[in-house]
């Protein structure tokens, strides 16, 4: 057998470089994809990492909130006692029923608030129980008895 020699050594060099060079070009395309996808996804975790910032301030907020509407329903109802107190004749029947409506709606504020404040722990939020004051009982006196 006779080796085989070529008329143009050069030429299988450049066929095999050409193929090395649209295999990289190939792989240099691959990597530019892999690269904008990290890039989108570095970008919504920011994103994500804001609006969780932005909630938890909202939650502390809703917290705040609805501590300070549990107080004044209490000196809401201390007053609506003290007036009864001072002035026995007065029909107070009209604020006992506005306090006990607002008192009602105030189960559902605690248990909207222990829900946000769960799902951003990631625990499960015990059920609230509604608070039972004197005047509740006594503008309604089959509730909470």
């Given amino acids: 057998m006779r080796p085989v020699i070529f008329d143009r050594p050069l030429e299988g060099i450049q066929v095999t470089l050409r193929a090395v060079q649209a295999t990289l070009a190939a792989h240099t395309a691959v990597l530019a994809n892999i690269t904008r996808t990290l890039e989108k996804i570095a970008v919504s975790q920011s994103e994500i990492d804001s609006a969780v910032t932005t909630d938890t301030g909202l939650l502390a907020d809703l917290t705040t909130q609805t501590a300070a509407i549990g107080t004044a ?44 404040t769960a799902a951003s722990d990631g625990v499960a939020p015990a059920p609230a129980t509604p608070p039972v004051t004197a005047a509740a009982t006594s503008a309604n006196p089959g509730i909470g008895n």
């Fill in 73 to 116: 329903q209490t000196a809401l109802e201390a007053e609506i006692a003290a007036l009864k107190t001072a002035n026995p004749a007065l029909d107070l029947s009209g604020l006992d029923a506005v306090n006990t409506q607002l008192q009602a709606a105030q189960p559902a504020l605690d248990t909207a608030v222990a829900g946000l």
